[in-house]
Nanobody
């Protein structure tokens, strides 16, 4: 069964940093683009950033300059380094593969609060 497992979330003060990880089954990782999404309470899930299999990256305007998406194909793992966190970054963060048979992971909670 294909799987995505997110980790690394937690409670952080405004201005702080977190590094999220997404461990994926190899079959849905190596040759596919990967992405991070987030869903805040009462809001729709929104796209945060994507990274192609070759490494090119794009970011949502809301996080551009504050986050870095990366991937380690040997480990089938994707990362999201988040800096200068704001309360509005509070959400459950999910990773997603562009593979057609990939499902959503369980997500990891990020809470930015003083």
């Amino acid at each position: 069964q294909v799987q995505l497992v997110e980790s690394g979330g937690g409670l952080v003060q405004p201005g702080g940093s977190l590094r999220l990880s997404c461990a994926a089954s190899a079959s849905i990782f190596r040759n596919y683009a990967m992405a991070w999404y987030r869903q805040a309470p009462g809001k729709q899930r929104e796209w945060v950033a994507s990274i192609a299999s070759g490494g090119s990256k794009i970011y949502a305007d809301s996080v551009k300059g504050r986050v870095i998406i990366s991937r380690d194909n040997a480990k089938s793992t994707m990362y999201l380094q988040m800096n200068s966190l704001k309360p509005e970054d509070t959400a459950v963060y999910y990773c997603k593969s562009s593979a057609s048979n990939a499902s959503w992971g369980q997500g990891t909670q990020v809470t930015v609060s003083s």
